[in-house]
């Protein structure tokens, strides 16, 4: 079973950047596509952005494209959320997630979780 950390959440005024982090433990990180979902109080969890295992393929939920960039450092066994442009919807829990294939699409399923980061966006 792999042990996934965020890091990087907090408070963050409208139209401001975070950049959440989640590091992987185990040897086989860069086997395996990674994906950021979210869920704000009162709602299902939804995802938000998806990247291959080499990085070269990614996938972005239509509230997330042109805002948000997923990337990955696999000699770190890492995977990075860049957030711009944050808005008071985006607040909400962050959690990443391996995919139990080299893919990572909003459609992939996913098999492991980490506890999740909180993100507030004040107006």
């Known amino acids: 079973q792999v042990q996934l950390v965020e890091s990087g959440g907090g408070l963050v005024q409208a139209g401001g950047s975070l950049r959440l982090s989640c590091t992987a433990s185990g040897q086989t990180f860069n086997l395996y596509g990674m994906g950021w979902f979210r869920q704000a109080p009162g709602k299902e969890r939804e995802f938000v952005a998806g990247?291959?295992?080499?990085?070269?393929?990614?996938d972005y939920a239509d509230s997330a494209k042109g805002r948000f960039a997923i990337s990955r450092e696999n000699a770190k066994k890492t995977v990075y959320l860049q957030m711009n442009s944050l808005k008071p919807d985006d607040t909400a829990v962050y959690y990443c997630?391996?995919?139990?294939?080299?893919?990572?699409?909003?459609?992939?399923?996913?098999?492991?979780w980490g506890q999740g980061t909180q993100v507030t966006v004040s107006s």
């Open positions: 990247i291959s295992r080499r990085g070269d393929t990614t």
């Open positions: 997630a391996r995919s139990s294939s080299a893919w990572a699409s909003a459609r992939a399923r996913y098999d492991n």
